[in-house]
């Protein structure tokens, strides 16, 4: 951007000739131009975010960073989510004695709406700054929603940049009641830093949905073979917390494939993941596992037989309210220095003398 200012022939109004250029691409020259200063600060960050093991605490780290470079009361980074609606704080740092609260107090299922109309408000510029009383009212008439928002907690000024990456916004990083005489260098310095953090952030968020894909079972929500086979490994390794006595549940469909066979997959699909839910319900306390086609397993620390006995009771309780679900359950208890893979085998074969006592009173639903 090039701007002249010129002799202006009214009292207390400035004229200004300006020109400048908009690329849809990230000028690299130009944001290799930058001051040795604020280089050096995102390079700081940088070498934070890509040098830790643990991310999410790297970004506690980068977010206090920004905070002491804008001398501000509270930094933030939210990220938000179109399709379902929703906005999740990443990050924040808040300066001891502000008096300003968490964002945990503000993020409520209500503040997506909020976060909607800063894309507006903030338009063709790379972000937005409001310094001072004036700006304020200016944002009252565009944004009056998010000024009154920002005057209730407690915010007299705020700089805030969109985190973009391939062209789509995956949130917001700002920082409230900074330090407004030095406007242009934290300006610099957001501008270059929300550039690399979106990028992290991106990376961030494919990576947990690719553990997520490779722990959780998409049809029924509940964990997969491969974390329960992982869990087994850690407990094996002594790598995994165990409190004992526990219990190994395994729960197997009877019947499935005749409602396939009769209904359809998607039916059959439609039982499955309501077995997972009652599962889920019945051992709010442990973790569930779809260890494969139409068997399930639980595994419950703290529990005996008298207490295991009573949730297969209520398990199978549960069924029964349901068209087409019956359970075959088999259960183990394991004690203390007991190898876990003996146990799986024991509730395992539980489970198959379940199966072979329900299919002798059903035979018009045995497997063909």
Same mark, same amino acid.
């Given at each position: 951007?090039?701007?002249?200012?010129?002799?202006?022939?009214r009292?207390?109004v400035?004229?200004?000739? &300006?020109?400048y250029?908009?690329?849809p691409e990230?000028?690299?020259?130009?944001?290799?131009?930058?001051?040795a200063?604020?280089?050096?600060a995102?390079?700081?960050? =940088?070498i934070k975010?890509r040098?830790?093991?643990?991310?999410r605490k790297a970004?506690?780290?980068v977010?206090?960073?920004i905070?002491?470079?804008?001398?501000?009361?509270?930094?933030?980074?939210l990220?938000?989510n179109?399709?379902e609606?929703? =906005?999740?704080k990443?990050?924040?740092?808040?300066k001891?004695?502000?008096?300003?609260?968490?964002?945990?107090?503000y993020?409520?299922?209500?503040f997506?709406?909020i976060?909607?109309? !800063?894309?507006?408000t903030?338009?063709d510029s790379?972000?937005?700054?409001i310094?001072?009383?004036?700006?304020?009212? !200016?944002l009252?008439?565009v944004?009056p929603? !998010?000024?009154a928002?920002?005057?209730?907690?407690? %915010?007299?000024?705020i700089?805030?940049?969109?985190? *973009? &990456?391939?062209?789509s916004?995956?949130?917001y990083? !700002?920082?409230?009641?900074?330090?407004?005489?030095?406007?242009?260098?934290i300006?610099?310095?957001?501008?270059?830093?929300?550039f690399?953090?979106a990028?992290?952030?991106?990376?961030?968020?494919?990576?947990?949905?690719?553990e997520t894909?490779s722990?959780?079972?998409?049809?029924?929500g509940v964990?997969?073979?491969?974390?329960m086979?992982?869990?087994v490994d850690?407990?094996?390794?002594g790598?995994?917390?165990?409190k004992?006595?526990?219990?190994?549940?395994?729960?197997?469909?009877?019947g499935?494939?005749?409602?396939n066979?009769e209904?359809?997959?998607s039916?059959?699909?439609?039982?499955l *993941?309501?077995?997972a839910?009652?599962l =889920?319900a019945?051992?709010?306390?442990?973790?569930?596992?779809?260890?494969?086609?139409?068997?399930?397993m639980?595994?419950?620390?703290?529990?005996?037989?008298?207490? %295991?006995?009573?949730?297969r009771?209520?398990?199978?309780e549960?069924a029964a309210?349901?068209?087409?679900?019956y359970?075959?359950?088999?259960?183990?208890?394991?004690?203390?220095?007991?190898d876990?893979?003996?146990a799986?085998?024991?509730a395992d074969?539980?489970?198959y003398?379940? *199966?072979?006592? &329900?299919?002798?009173?059903h035979p018009?639903?045995?497997?063909?």
């Open positions: 951007m090039f701007l002249i200012p010129l002799e202006s022939d009292e207390n400035g004229y200004c000739a &300006y020109t250029d908009v690329t990230a000028d690299s020259e130009q944001r290799a131009s930058l001051s200063e604020t280089s050096s995102v390079l700081k960050t =940088c975010l040098g830790s093991d643990n991310v970004f506690y780290e977010i206090e960073d905070r002491q470079i804008c001398d501000s009361d509270l930094c933030c980074i990220l938000t179109q399709e609606r929703t =906005c999740f990443l990050c924040e740092a808040i001891e004695g502000s008096g300003l609260l968490s964002m945990d107090n993020v409520t299922d209500s997506f709406a976060t909607e109309t !800063w894309e507006d903030i338009g790379t972000c937005i700054i310094k001072d009383e004036r700006d304020m009212e !200016w009252k008439t944004n929603r !998010w000024q928002s920002l005057s209730a907690a407690g %915010v007299s000024s700089v805030m940049f969109p985190l *973009k &990456y391939n062209g916004t995956l949130g990083m !700002w920082a409230t009641n900074f330090n407004v005489s030095n406007t242009v260098k300006k610099e310095t957001l501008e270059l830093t929300t690399f953090i990028s992290e952030i991106a990376n961030y968020q494919l990576l947990q949905r690719l894909l722990s959780v079972d998409m049809l029924t964990k997969n073979r491969n974390k086979n992982a869990f850690d407990v094996i390794n790598k995994a917390e165990v004992y006595p526990y219990a190994v549940v395994f729960a197997d469909l009877n499935l494939k005749h409602v066979d209904n359809g997959h039916a059959g699909d439609q039982i *993941k309501k077995a839910e009652i =889920c019945t051992f709010p306390d442990g973790d569930v596992y779809r260890a494969g086609g139409d068997e399930f639980a595994i419950v620390m703290g529990m005996d037989e008298e207490m %295991v006995e009573e949730r009771k209520r398990l199978k549960q309210t349901v068209h087409d679900l359970f075959a359950i088999g259960t183990h208890i394991v004690r203390d220095n007991e876990i893979r003996i799986m085998r024991n074969q539980g489970m003398a379940d *199966k072979r006592e &329900y299919y002798s009173t018009d639903r045995r497997i063909r």
